[in-house]
């Protein structure tokens, strides 16, 4: 019989346990994980009970945090597990990685401004502001 140290191991991992690795059966057993999204004035964290195997993209379904927020596209919705993005450097898509217990699901909100453009903007807004300074003390 495996002890919660093989457990825990297994989860850590990313595998999902087999029937005769917990004396319990799968159906019984659960991990606690959270779901997380926030608004730049609101934000929520869901914790909930979920079984070994379920993905990032099952657990945000399971949340119910579309509720609290129905502009979320679970479909299309970029997610991370803390802060590491999924489907990036290497991870797998939000809708093949594996939770594994404590793990915190986040749903990002699309940038509404490239931060690139952003900051050419601040610069060539410096850039004005500093000409017309020099030209000012010049007159």
Request: hydrophobic share 35%; aromatic share 4%.
């Amino acid at each position: 019989m495996a002890t919660g140290w093989q457990l825990d191991e297994k989860l850590l991992h990313n595998k999902v346990p087999e029937m005769n690795d917990t004396p319990e059966s799968n159906a019984d057993h659960k991990i606690s994980i959270e779901v997380a999204y926030a608004l730049p004035d609101q934000q929520k964290i869901i914790q909930l009970d979920v079984p070994p195997g379920t993905t990032a993209r099952e657990a945000v379904r399971l949340s119910r945090i579309v509720d609290s927020f129905p502009d979320i596209d679970i479909d299309n919705a970029t997610m991370g597990v803390f802060s590491q993005v999924l489907g990036s450097k290497g991870l797998p898509g939000p809708d093949e990685y594996r939770l594994l217990a404590r793990d915190r699901v986040e749903i990002y909100r699309p940038l509404l401004v490239d931060p690139k453009e952003v900051r050419k903007q601040r610069a060539a807004k410096a850039r004005q502001a500093r000409a017309e300074k020099k030209q000012g003390g010049t007159t």
